[in-house]
Each structure stands twice: as C-alpha cells, then as structure tokens.
C-alpha cells in the first residue's frame, strides 16, 4: 500500500461479497460466536454496571488474566500496573507503538508478505517499510533476507507469528536468526502474535522468550482471533515497562479508553483451555475440507500450519494473475479470495498468482464455496 489512506482490500473485497452475494472466504472472521460463558460473561457484567469508561490501562481484572495467561503460557513474568495495555485490538496496539517508537526516516523491517494494516501505520508514523522477503511455497526467514532488509536506518522488526496471510509458524531456527539481528543492530520488536492459539503443525514460540529478547521486546496479542469474537476488538500490549509506557501515551490520544464490559469478559475468556484446543482442533478439520476442495478444484494448495487462512496457486488453472482473478471470482463462482499481492510490497511471479482463503466458516458454507469453485473451474 502506497498510500495509507486508500481504501484497504478487505473493504474491497467485502463490498463485492455483498454487491454479488457471493460467499466471503476472503476476510477473517468466523460465521460462529466464541464460546457461550464468554459472552455470558459480557452480559453479567453489564447487568453489574461495567458500562463507563475503564482506566486508561484497562479494567484490572483483565489485566491480571493477561499477565497469568503470559506466565501460564510461555513463563513470562510481567507487572500487571506497569507492563500490560489494553486495546481497541491488536491493530490499535500496533497503531500506537509504531507511532509512538518510529520516527521520521526511521525504518521497520517486517516480513513480507505481511498484514496490510502494518505498511500504512509505518507510513502515517513517518517511517519506512523494509521487507523480509519470504519466497513462496515454504515462507521461510533466511538470512540472506534479513540481511537484505536491515540497514543503518532501521529501528524496529515488526514480526508476525502465526503469519498472516500465509499461515507460516515460525521455528525456532527462524526466530534465533531474527532475535541475533535485533541484539546486533539493537532493534526492537514489536511482535503480533493474535494467531498465538491457533496452530495446527509445530509450535509457537514468543521471540521474547529468547536470549536478550525480553527487555526489547513488545508483545501483542488480542482475544478476537483466538476466541472466535473478532467483532470485541479487546487488544492488549505487555512487555517492558518504558515500551509500554510509550504505547499508553500514544493511547490516551487514540481511544483512551472502552469496551469495559467486554474487557471484564475478556478475564473469563483467558481462564479457558479446553474451548480454545476445541477451536484449534475445528479450524484444523476445515482447513484440510478447505485444502481438499481446493485440490479437487484443480488449485495448487500451500501448507498452512496455523491462522485462519491457507493460499492457494492458480497457475494450474491458466491463471496468474490473482488480483484480477479475485475480482472475476465473486461474478463467476460467487466466492470471495483475496490476492496475496496485496500483501506484498513486490510481489514475485509466484506470489502474484496465490489467492488467500479464510477457513473459519461453517463447513456446510466450506462445501458450498469449493462446490462452486469446481463448477467454475469445470466450466472453463
């Protein structure tokens, strides 16, 4: 994205769902609420009188599940008053740390391809994007890649674990590689781990957890994505306490403060375990229905290992152009994808013919989609 002000590709593509009336596989949100004792939770609290404005660092309940779940996780020890904001979401989280910690000409390495949302903030922050290149079909961080990405200009890695829009988990080899090059250039991590939960093959590990990684390392992670109520946008930030200080004071000009009854229903949410396994065991079901579709379609499948979201090559179909191509789609197969170049700051030839499908939907609209997906492409 160019300009930080136009018009993102999920609104684009969510007004063509709903101008043609085609199933939205593109945009990440479930069809499903999260679980019931959740949203009973925001219910009681708003019967109790939680509906003012919370504390500008959140309602204290939260952030006291916040800094247990941390700890119960992953063995992180953090100061619930000093070390943990809540948020309008991860994005708002993300929005104020990078305003508050780029400045002008500063660079923010990241990995491409990478959440639209991160390129435009770097921008309105007034600093600049430089890729880590992840080269389809594996995604993986080499060193040559970051190597290339970081100059004398750069401040920050902005790193996306579970990987949004490939659904790449990163190994620890990875991780250990981009850790060396933030205590060598001495950058900060600015780390977006909402997909934290949701992995199917291997498994997460938070880079603040490694070797000199915590005391430059902020974290962030939400309750939407992880608790299928992505509608809440209930954020958080945690980590050292002048980092977070930095992302409360560009807050309080932001939102200040909000959502108090879902925040307190946000602390029930992050005692559960056994819903959350029962989440990620059900998305991994639908991507491999989704997968399956999609091969019967006559799509080259990538491997997803966690998110909500696996990519899929068109070129098999004589198609390599995956914009143009998710903009016929909702006319021709009543189906939605979104193109992977959009995420991309040059996409390659391979890239620019991988379509990003969501699969946190209801199977019977999974089968209803990839039907018609087949019909499409047998139709050709």
Known sequence: MSDPTETTIFSVMTALAEETGAINLGQGFPDEDGPAAVVDAAVAAMRAGHNQYSPLPGVEPLRQAIASHQQRHYGIELDPQSQIQVTFGAT??????????????????????????YRAVVALAGGRSRPI????????????????????????????????????????????????????????????????????????????TLDGMAERTLTISSLGKTHSLTGWKIGWASGPSQLVAAVRGVKQYLSFAGGTPLQHAAATALSLTSEIELLSATLAAKRDRLAAGLRDAGFTVLDSAGTYFLS?????????????????????????????????????????????????????????????????????
Not at 330 to 345: K, L, M, T
């Open 312 to 380: 899929a090559d068109a070129r098999a179909l004589g198609e390599n152009d995956a914009m143009a191509l998710c903009m016929r789609l909702p006319h021709e197969s009543g189906v939605v994808a979104i193109p992977i170049g959009a995420f991309c700051a040059d996409p390659g030839p391979q890239a620019q013919a991988l379509l990003r499908f969501a699969f946190c939907k209801r199977e019977d609209v999974i089968d209803e989609a990839v039907a018609r997906l087949g019909g499409w492409a047998a139709a050709r």
């Open 133 to 208: 290149v992840l080269e389809p079909p594996q995604w993986r961080v080499t060193p040559d890649a970051i190597a290339a990405a970081i100059g004398p200009a750069a401040r920050i890695l902005l790193l996306n674990s579970p990987h949004n829009p490939t659904g790449r988990v990163l190994d620890r080899g990875e991780l250990e590689l981009l850790a060396a090059a933030c205590r060598e250039h001495d950058l900060i991590a600015i780390t977006d781990e909402v997909y934290e939960h949701l992995v199917f093959d291997g498994e997460h590990v938070p880079i603040s």
């Open 92 to 117: 708002e989280a993300l929005a104020a740390a990078l305003i508050a910690l780029v400045g002008t000409g500063d660079e923010v390495v990241m990995l491409d391809p990478s959440y639209d949302a």
